[in-house]
């Protein structure tokens, strides 16, 4: 129970470091490019979502530790290569430096912590003794919540960049096209809701896509633009929740039960009439 509670703590502190920091490091970005509706709205759509991620890892999700120290990892080196290119900076040379350091030692303990990876196994072990279909329904409503939310983030964020420059054609595009799609979604996450196959085939293929071509721009946008880190937690976490549509139990048990419940609808009106003609 020691190993739990120790690991509970460093849990709680990664976390609590991990937010901290990136407030500071933001605040840092805005005021050196002079702010601006597109910085903050980057800021607090990118706060959200790791916030998100950080609640899946404290609960126990195994996709969330890996994700989250692969970012770590991944946010760590790139602040101590940044770091480096600012040596003739001494200030900002040591403050990004350290966060660096503080991001790599995180995801590390992430990984290596004996006491971490007994707490997480403890969260797991509570999450497997809840009842599946409960389980189950939880998970498939916070992935539909949490991609609805990304999806309208996305295209608000598209819009005030073209509003900014003030491109109204772009900006029609783009407030009509995300209707459309952000639209379509729903209809699928509807029937992925009802237990229909079909639509977890096609979610996980949505999220599956959506990821790879996610990270492929947020590549090409690295140092160009700070959308392009907010794309690239959008993108891991699509691939994530693709993962746990694949492998839950939990889901898959409780849309089968959603299935049989939709089979027991279709198949009433001949049972009844077996029953009238009996």
């Known amino acids: 129970m020691d190993l739990v ?63 989250t120290a692969i970012l770590l990892l991944i946010g760590g080196v790139l602040s101590v290569l940044t770091g480096i290119t600012l040596i003739g900076s001494p200030l900002d040379f040591l403050m990004t430096l350290a966060f660096g350091l503080v991001f790599i030692i995180s995801g590390i303990i992430l990984i290596k912590s004996k006491s971490v990876n007994t707490f997480f196994s403890y969260q797991r072990e509570r999450l ?43 900006l029609i595009s783009q407030l009509t096209s995300g209707t459309i799609r952000l639209s379509l979604e729903c209809v699928i996450f509807v029937f992925l809701y009802k237990g229909r196959e079909w639509a977890k085939t096609l979610t996980i293929i949505l999220f599956l896509v959506g990821g790879v071509f996610g990270v492929i721009r947020s590549i090409a946008l690295l140092g160009a633009s700070t959308f392009a880190i907010l794309l690239i937690i959008m993108s891991l976490l699509y691939v994530g929740f693709a993962v746990v549509l694949i492998t839950s139990k939990s889901i898959e048990h409780y849309l089968s039960n959603k299935r049989a419940g939709i089979s027991d609808i279709y198949t009433k009106p001949e049972e009844d009439n077996q029953l009238g003609a009996g």
Request: a positive charge.
């Open 5 to 67: 509670k120790n690991g509970k703590s460093i849990t709680i502190t990664i976390i609590a470091v991990v937010i901290l920091l990136d407030i500071i490091s933001s605040l840092s970005v805005f005021l050196m490019y002079s702010g601006g509706n597109e910085n903050v709205l980057t800021i607090m759509i990118r706060l959200i979502l790791e916030c998100l991620l950080l609640y899946f890892l404290y609960i126990g999700h195994r996709w969330a530790k890996v994700l």
């Open 128 to 170: 497997s003794n809840m009842d599946p279909l409960k389980k189950g329904k939880k998970i498939i409503i916070s992935l539909i919540s949490i991609f609805i939310f990304t999806s309208i983030i996305t295209t608000v964020e598209c819009s005030f960049i073209y509003a900014s420059n003030n491109d109204t054609v772009r």
